[in-house]
């Protein structure tokens, strides 16, 4: 079992509409949670960091993290053509050591 | 401004021969990372270093090495590339009160 789990889509979705990005995972100790962006070619920029459960929003993004059930979740409202990209999960005990989920591909169609 | 700069962007090389990718930071961070990733996977961390301190990920090939000169450079040394090893090598930096990651371009290396 991986140790951490994300959907690897490829998931699109008309302009405009809600895109919904979630991870699971299985060490007990992870405490930091992270969303990545990473467009083609290119490498990750930091979207959202949490730390412990609970929410964060941030303009068009919410971050959402659910210790009791292992869960993560990005939300992207009112979604772009720019938002298209993959989108990695990440995760850490210590936050310096990372375990990335394997990426959902998004496409925003206009 | 580019904060993580890996040189080069695109690198080809042949079956066997040794090829070096580099990083620069202008973030002044102690920690740096080398990643590999392949399509469609997640980043696999290679190595990290804490200053000087290297720490090897148990499962990260002999073949691959690493060199970190100073604060701002770091290296990475492919000894003999397999054509298994064709991936994107991306350099990180952390630092700062949340030792937030901060990722370069990347580095898409082919074996042919």
């Known amino acids: 079992q991986k140790e951490v789990e994300q959907d690897p889509g490829p998931l699109s979705v008309p302009e405009g509409a809600i895109v919904s990005l979630n991870c699971t995972y299985s060490?007990?100790?992870?405490?930091?949670f992270m969303w990545y962006r990473q467009y083609s070619r290119k490498g990750p920029e930091l979207l959202m960091y949490?730390?412990?459960?609970g929410n964060k929003e941030d303009g068009r993004f919410t971050a959402q993290v659910d210790k009791s059930s292992k869960y993560i979740s990005l939300f992207i409202r009112d979604s772009q053509p720019s938002d298209s990209a993959t989108y990695l999960c990440a995760m850490s005990p210590n936050d310096y050591k990372l375990s990335f989920g394997a990426g959902t591909t998004v496409t925003v169609r206009a | 401004d580019a904060m993580v700069i890996q040189n080069p962007r695109y690198q080809v090389t042949q079956f066997g021969k040794p090829v070096t990718l580099s990083c620069s930071q202008t973030?002044?961070?102690?920690?740096m990372y080398w990643y590999q990733q392949k399509s469609s996977q997640a980043p696999k961390l290679l190595f990290h270093?804490?200053?000087?301190?290297?720490?090897n990920e148990a499962d990260t090939p002999d073949n691959f090495q690493s060199r970190r000169p100073n604060t701002s450079f770091c290296f990475l040394d492919i000894r003999s590339p397999g054509l298994g090893d064709a991936a994107m090598y991306l350099c990180?930096?952390?630092?700062?009160?949340?030792?937030?990651?901060?990722f370069g371009a990347g580095t898409r290396l082919s074996v042919l």
């Open positions: 270093y804490y200053d000087k301190d290297f720490n």
């Open positions: 990180a930096t952390a630092g700062g009160p949340k030792n937030i990651q901060y």
């Open positions: 949490t730390y412990s459960s």
């Open positions: 973030l002044n961070h102690n920690v």
């Open positions: 060490n007990s100790a992870f405490q930091y």
